[in-house]
């Protein structure tokens, strides 16, 4: 009879900490033209939810340009505990943000401008967006510029997120789900679709 007890608490903690893999894909549109992809998995292992998103971007503004974004984030208890970005244009290093739990604070280190620390819990970050619809979320640590952007929601299951420097993303879902993001990227705008499974 122990031994069943035993077995059966080993499956349900196995069971219980470690879920299926969530893949969620979009497709990149400027212009009304398909210029690239995003995907991004969240997977719950060991007591830790593991997020990664892959997103590559190849278009023609002045000259071709391949850009390509990495997520790798991780979160435990409901709490970050690490976020690493790598960007690249055309094959070439071109911004890496770290954060990192210590134990008491965060250390944030952005490309070449050293090391800053965040004493502030950070329970949502813009990788979540993906998979779960921000309802009474007022701010998301963004992992790509070591930052706290502000969430507004706009009625009608749509959120607007500003960053550090003023540039708005809107988020909308359908029944909990993301279905289209607009990003304002600078120079260019473009919009973010989700495919269908």
């Not at 965040?118 to 701010?139: G, H, R």
């Not at 960053?163 to 988020?171: D, Q, R």
Request: aromatic share 12%; glycine share 6%; proline share 3%.
């Amino acid at each position: 009879m122990a031994k069943i007890l035993i077995i059966s608490f080993l499956f349900f903690q196995a069971s219980f900490f470690n879920t299926p893999k969530t893949v969620l894909n979009f497709d990149i549109i400027l212009n009304n033209k398909v210029v690239g992809s995003l995907e991004s998995t969240r997977m719950k292992k060991d007591g830790l939810t593991h997020y990664q998103s892959s997103t590559n971007i190849e278009t023609r503004l002045i000259k071709d340009i391949l850009v390509n974004y990495k997520y790798d984030v991780i979160f435990n208890s409901k709490i970050l505990k690490m976020a690493a970005v790598h960007i690249t244009i055309n094959k070439k290093p071109h911004a890496e943000t770290l954060t990192q739990w210590t134990g008491t604070h965060y250390q944030v280190s952005k490309d070449d401008y050293g090391v800053k620390t965040l004493k502030d819990a950070i329970t949502f970050s813009t990788i979540q967006l993906y998979f779960k619809e921000p309802v009474n979320i007022k701010s998301c640590y963004s992992e790509q510029d070591g930052s706290f952007n502000t969430i507004v929601p706009m009625g009608n299951h749509s959120y607007k997120k500003i960053n550090s420097k003023g540039k708005e993303n809107i988020y909308y879902y359908k029944h909990g789900i993301l279905k289209k993001v607009t990003i304002d990227g600078g120079l260019i705008s473009f919009e973010m679709i989700a495919r269908e499974p």
